[in-house]
């Protein structure tokens, strides 16, 4: 822990050394409660009083843009994101251009929402190519055209760093080094960001400078926890108490960076969480956000 924090147990966690964290900066993203549509979601949220929501796109389109707009509405929920675009690094060029068009279709979503940001996964690295390098150069290329869309839609692309694990999958930006490397090189900073999840990060020798480096880059920051006896990478995180991650050294870095958003709970569980009551799990992500962030 760094030097000067109070970090102390309680109820068998750690508490975060703060008196309390700031409630109105909760967000939940829609996945923590993924066999719910978007309508129960937000319904179960303003009972609870969670002020932000980060939404799925595919119960965005389940629910409809008209209708979620009034949810959204109704119940005074920000929404701190919209997950997600991207998977753009196909070396096809007709698959490529369906792939932009999906993503130019997202940041009309994200607009229409008003989302914080559109989270933006890159695309993992094809069995066809093989080749990383060339996969991340197409990436980058890509992005680069997607930011005048984004700026004219006023939608900031919020770069995803995942975990090295699911590089071949799901995306070739393992790293926030890598992220950015690549905001250097499309220098549009005013659209072009950086989500930070502590669950793809954690791990990562270089955390803290690069994410000093990041800076005011930062335009999302995700928690959960990862679990000593993970059994799918993707779909089976912790709740923030439960695992290895120090949240709170991450949470304190990015804030020491500039950031002053949501901090947003987004826990894919398929063996645990989603098997629960939304109101139940909504209750627990409350106290944890106290005790373990």
Same mark, same amino acid.
């Given at each position: 822990?760094?030097?000067?924090?109070?970090?102390?147990?309680?109820?068998?966690?750690? @508490?975060?050394?703060?008196?309390?964290?700031?409630?109105?900066?909760?967000?939940?993203?829609?996945?923590? !409660?993924?066999?719910?549509?978007?309508?129960?979601?937000?319904?179960?949220?303003?009972? @609870?009083?969670?002020?932000?929501?980060?939404?799925?796109?595919?119960?965005? @389109?389940?629910?409809?843009?008209?209708?979620?707009?009034?949810?959204?509405?109704?119940?005074?929920?920000?929404?701190?994101?919209?997950?997600?675009?991207? !998977?753009?690094?196909?070396?096809?060029?007709?698959?490529?251009?369906?792939?932009?068009?999906?993503?130019?279709?997202?940041?009309?979503?994200?607009?229409?929402?008003?989302?914080?940001?559109?989270?933006?996964?890159?695309?993992?690295?094809?069995?066809?190519?093989?080749?990383?390098?060339?996969? =991340?150069?197409?990436?980058?290329?890509?992005?680069?055209?997607?930011?005048? %869309? /984004?700026?004219?839609?006023?939608?900031?692309?919020?770069?995803?760093?995942?975990?090295?694990?699911?590089?071949?999958?799901?995306?070739?930006?393992?790293?926030?080094?890598?992220?950015?490397?690549?905001?250097?090189?499309?220098?549009?900073?005013?659209?072009?960001?950086?989500?930070?999840?502590? %669950?793809?990060?954690?791990?990562?020798?270089?955390?803290?400078?690069?994410?000093?480096? /990041?800076?005011?880059?930062?335009?999302?920051?995700?928690?959960?926890?990862?679990?000593?006896?993970?059994?799918?990478?993707?779909?089976?995180?912790?709740?923030?108490?439960?695992?290895?991650?120090?949240?709170?050294?991450? =949470?304190?870095?990015?804030?020491? #960076?500039? %950031?002053?958003? @949501?901090?947003?709970?987004?826990?894919?569980? #398929?063996?645990?969480?989603?098997?629960?009551?939304?109101?139940?799990?909504? =209750?627990?992500?409350?106290?944890? %956000?106290?005790?373990?962030?």
């Amino acid at each position: 822990m760094p030097a000067g924090t109070d970090d102390r147990m309680i109820g068998g966690l750690r @508490h975060n050394g703060d008196d309390m964290l700031d409630a109105k900066l909760l967000s939940l993203n829609q996945v923590t !409660l993924m066999p719910c549509s978007l309508e129960d979601v937000v319904a179960a949220m303003g009972r @609870h009083g969670v002020p932000a929501i980060s939404i799925w796109r595919d119960k965005l @389109h389940e629910c409809g843009l008209a209708k979620a707009r009034k949810l959204l509405e109704s119940e005074g929920l920000a929404v701190s994101g919209l997950c997600f675009g991207g !998977l753009i690094t196909s070396p096809d060029a007709g698959e490529a251009a369906k792939a932009m068009d999906e993503v130019r279709r997202a940041i009309d979503d994200a607009a229409a929402v008003e989302a914080g940001c559109l989270v933006f996964v890159a695309g993992g690295v094809d069995p066809r190519d093989k080749d990383i390098r060339a996969t =991340r150069a197409r990436a980058l290329d890509r992005v680069a055209e997607l930011v005048p %869309y /984004a700026r004219a839609a006023k939608v900031t692309l919020g770069l995803e760093p995942l975990h090295p694990m699911i590089c071949a999958t799901r995306s070739v930006v393992s790293t926030i080094g890598i992220a950015n490397d690549w905001c250097d090189a499309l220098a549009a900073e005013d659209v072009v960001g950086i989500a930070v999840d502590t %669950y793809a990060v954690w791990w990562d020798p270089d955390l803290e400078t690069e994410i000093r480096r /990041a800076g005011k880059r930062i335009c999302a920051f995700h928690i959960s926890d990862w679990l000593p006896d993970t059994q799918d990478l993707r779909l089976d995180r912790g709740m923030m108490g439960d695992g290895v991650i120090d949240i709170p050294c991450i =949470r304190r870095m990015v804030e020491a #960076a500039g %950031y002053a958003g @949501h901090r947003e709970v987004e826990i894919f569980s #398929a063996r645990n969480w989603w098997k629960q009551d939304a109101d139940e799990v909504i =209750r627990i992500v409350k106290e944890r %956000y106290q005790t373990a962030v």
